[in-house]
Nanobody, 125 residues
């Protein structure tokens, strides 16, 4: 059974930091790319940060320079370091694994085969 389990969410004040973790099985780490998405109430799920098998990383415009995606292959764990958090970063954060299309679609939620259950991040002003 494929499982992705996120952790590390919480409540923080504006300007603070959080680190999210996503633990998966070795199987979920066999795809080309994986990443983090977020969804705020009433909004579509949006791509936040992506990392691919050759180490390249890509970020959504709203988080560039503030968030860092990384992975520990030995632990089958994906991370998202979030710094300088803003109230508009408040959302449910999901990790996604196994990009099933070309990298041109890496920021499309529908392009991923596996998802975690989400972890809530709340940033207060």
């Amino acid at each position: 059974q494929v499982q992705l389990v996120e952790s590390g969410g919480g409540s923080v004040q504006s300007g603070g930091s959080l680190r999210l973790s996503c633990a998966g099985s070795r199987y979920t780490y066999t795809g080309d790319c994986m990443g983090w998405f977020r969804q705020a109430p009433g909004r579509e799920r949006e791509g936040v940060a992506i990392i691919c098998s050759d180490g390249i990383t890509r970020y959504g415009d709203s988080v560039k320079g503030r968030f860092i995606i990384s992975q520990d292959n030995a632990k089958n764990t994906l991370y998202l370091q979030m710094n300088s958090l803003k109230p508009e970063d408040t959302a449910l954060y999901y990790c996604a694994a196994q990009l099933s299309t070309s990298r041109l679609s890496m920021f499309l939620a529908a392009a991923y085969n596996y998802w975690g259950q989400g972890t809530q991040v709340t940033v207060s002003s």
